[in-house]
């Protein structure tokens, strides 16, 4: 159970704060703060089998940039960060589901000038 343990206090102390917001830096007066979206999971287990005891556990951790928060004096604002590839996969999802319905479409139309 030690080591399952060490693991959870390890992947804990990996997703901190730190890791969310990352360190901020300054230029020309303008502060930086850049925001990113981190999340994990983890899991183990043990068991016998044929062949003997064993057991396994492991995490995983994925991190995706939001934003930055921009401090300009006493200004504060949010910039957020645009993903090309979640604009692009919607689009491709919308436009084949168009195709998809287009002949349906056409028929009620049809239907509707008869």
Known sequence: MTQVQDILDKARETVSVREVYGEPY?????????????????????????EGEGSGHGYALKSEPVGVYVIKGDQVSFQPAVNLDKILGGAFFVSIAGILGLPRIIKQVRKLFR
């Not at 979206?37 to 183990?44: D, E, L, Q, S």
């Open 26 to 50: 300054e230029r020309n007066g303008v502060t930086i703060i850049p925001v990113a979206r981190v999340m994990g999971a983890g899991g183990g287990g043990s068991g016998t089998g044929g």
